[in-house]
């Protein structure tokens, strides 16, 4: 991850979160869980295509993070790879099909597929280790 010299955002303990929010029901998962922690206060969410088109603000908001969740909805890792462009290193990334939840082209989820990824992603912005279904 980038230098945390310019902290903006109240130092090392905050946790942020950037989602692929992709169309699939998955993508959609990654969203909605990522906003839905966000106003628990768990972990803020963060403009994953601000930091894809270079926008320093936001970048510069990430770097912030004292641990930086990372969230796709399948394998391909849209969210991870923007990410690693942008020089972040340091993060947990979650792919939301290592939970379970087979990807579909249609962004519709049931109220227990979003519990289960909200679940991962508090423990994972905790440091807890993630639970993966054998
Ligand atoms: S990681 Fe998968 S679900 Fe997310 S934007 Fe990329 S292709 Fe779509």
């Given at each position: ?93 979650l ?9 579909r ?23 807890m ?6």
């Amino acid at each position: 991850m980038p230098s945390k010299q310019s902290c903006c955002c109240g130092g090392d303990k905050v946790v942020m979160t950037v989602a692929c929010s992709g169309r699939s029901n998955t993508g959609q998962l990654t969203n909605d869980a990522a906003k839905l922690i966000d106003r628990t206060g768990t972990a803020r969410f963060v403009c994953l295509a601000a930091i894809g088109a270079e926008d320093p603000e936001v970048t510069d908001l990430a770097k912030c993070a004292g641990r930086l969740l990372v969230l796709d909805g399948c394998e391909k890792a849209c969210a991870r790879k923007i990410m690693e462009k942008a020089g972040f290193r340091e993060f947990v990334h979650l792919d939301v099909t290592q939970l379970g939840i087979e990807k579909r082209l249609d962004s519709r989820y049931s109220d227990g597929q979003l519990q289960t990824v909200i679940a991962a992603a508090e423990r994972l912005s905790a440091g807890m280790p993630l639970e993966v279904r054998p």
